[in-house]
Each structure stands twice: as structure tokens, then as C-alpha cells.
């Protein structure tokens, strides 16, 4: 069987794997859309893949939750890192449920290193989504939702992530939507012990995910985002898989209207 990984960076996370939309606007008007300025400023007119990373880094951000392992020996305590971005101005993030899983505490390191503690408003374990709040005491850089319905095979796509919880900032790779709808089987080990993990509908692209970008974003080359990245091949090369983010629409709005 091929091994998959999930990308939350300290915890044990090994996985064993067995038509066309308008594009959508921001959820709410309290939504900052992707500094549409810094693509039009940025000096290298013929790399869009450096204006669309100028455009998004200010929204990704580092999620750190802090866990208690437990093995045949006994439980300690640790931390598992992982990526998020934000999705409205006032302080909504979203990220992988399984980065939260189990957390006692969950803080959020914005791009520009400032820490800030984080609260759980919504959770969809089915999905591995969830939706965290931080105080917003500025209108915060966030991500605009595209249409992941609208993707088609071949098309250029970008994913922004601290991989490996790397210093001096996030990693950035490259690449093109492999293909569509696939289904992969997951277990991992976590704080709360095995979790078996179905995933449904999945895209699949060629882009480098590594431990850590559970979590971040996968974007269009117009800054929009149309997945959330989860899985990548452990033992194999260019095979990486992204929740599409049509699927945390309900998700999101249960979030916000519980804090309305």
C-alpha cells in the first residue's frame, strides 16, 4: 500500500493509503480580497507566480496547537505545527481539523511574527476542517474563496506553507492540478490515539507538501484559493492532495454566524 502523510509538524502523523462555476466574491464585507495593489506594483510583470506569492504570504499564517502524545510508554506533552490563512479581515482563520486535534491551547503566528491566541469556533472532523478566531485589532490581509468546481486538470497552481516549521518564513511551491475527485484512506496517530480518515473528492497536484503545510493554501494564479492542503506521498515524488475549499463553505458560515 502506498503511505500518505498528513501535515502537521510534531505529531505522529503517518497515513497508510490504500463543470465550471461563476467565481465567487468574499463571504462577507468584512473581507479583505487578496492586495490586488501588490500584483499591480510588483516589478516582474512576466512571473506571475512571485506576484501572486507577494499577494497571499501576508494572509498565511503558522498554527501552533499544544498536544499531549500518548504511547505504550506513557503520555507527553508537545506541539504539533501547522499552516492556516486567513479568511476575513476580522480574524478568521481557517486550517486542517487534525492540526487542532486534540489541542489544549491553539495560537496563531501571523506573517508578520506576531502571536496571537487562537479560539475553535467550528470543527468538521469528516472534512479535517476547522475554523479558528483570533482578536482582529486591525483589518488583517485575508484570502478570497475561488471556485474549486471551476478547476480543470493542467492548470497552474501555487501552495504557501511553513513546511517542516522551517525559520525565516513560509515555503513556496509550484505546479498544476494533477486530477480530480480522488479518494484516499487515512490512519494517523494523534494526541487522541488512531483516527482512521476517509477523504472524498480531493484534488490532486504535483506541487511540493511536506510536514507542516497541513493547512495552507492552494492557489490559482489570480491569488484565489481553491483547496486546503492535506496529504502528500510518503516514498513517492510530485503527489500531493487539497480539500477543495468549495468544501468549507458550510463550514465557514456556521462559524460566523456563531459569532455574530
Not at 158 to 174: F, H, N, R
Request: hydrophobic share 45%; charged share 15%; with cysteine.
Amino acid at each position: 500500500m502506498r503511505r500518505l502523510r498528513i501535515f502537521a509538524a510534531g505529531l505522529v502523523l503517518i497515513m497508510a493509503a490504500c463543470g465550471a462555476a461563476p467565481t465567487r466574491t468574499a463571504a462577507s464585507a468584512t473581507a479583505t480580497p487578496t492586495d490586488a495593489a501588490l500584483l499591480a506594483t510588483t516589478d516582474t510583470e512576466d512571473e506571475p507566480i512571485v506576484q501572486v506569492v507577494a499577494a497571499i504570504t501576508p494572509a498565511v499564517v503558522t498554527v501552533t496547537s499544544q498536544v499531549r502524545t500518548f504511547t505504550p510508554f506513557g503520555g507527553s506533552d508537545g506541539e504539533a505545527v501547522g499552516t492556516g490563512f486567513v479568511v476575513r479581515a476580522d480574524g478568521f482563520v481557517l486550517t486542517n481539523e487534525h492540526v487542532i486535534d486534540g489541542a489544549s491551547a491553539v495560537t496563531v503566528t501571523l506573517a508578520s511574527g506576531e502571536v496571537r491566541p487562537a479560539t475553535v469556533v467550528a470543527e468538521d472532523a469528516e472534512h479535517d476542517l476547522a475554523v479558528l478566531k483570533i482578536d482582529a485589532r486591525e483589518n488583517l490581509p485575508a484570502l478570497t474563496p475561488g471556485d474549486s468546481g471551476g478547476l480543470a486538470m493542467g492548470e497552474t497552481v501555487v501552495a504557501v506553507g511553513y513546511a517542516l516549521d522551517l525559520s525565516g518564513g513560509p515555503t513556496v511551491t509550484s505546479g498544476i492540478i494533477s486530477s480530480l475527485d480522488r479518494t484516499i484512506d487515512v490512519q494517523t496517530s494523534s494526541g487522541g490515539g488512531p483516527i482512521a480518515r476517509t477523504y472524498e473528492g480531493l484534488l490532486q497536484t504535483d506541487a511540493a507538501l511536506n510536514r507542516g503545510n497541513s493547512g495552507g493554501p492552494l492557489v490559482t494564479l489570480d491569488g484565489l484559493v481553491v483547496g486546503v492542503n492535506v496529504a502528500g506521498g510518503d516514498g513517492v515524488e510530485n503527489i500531493g492532495f487539497a480539500i477543495p475549499i468549495d468544501v468549507a463553505d458550510p463550514l465557514l458560515e456556521q462559524a460566523y454566524g456563531e459569532t455574530t
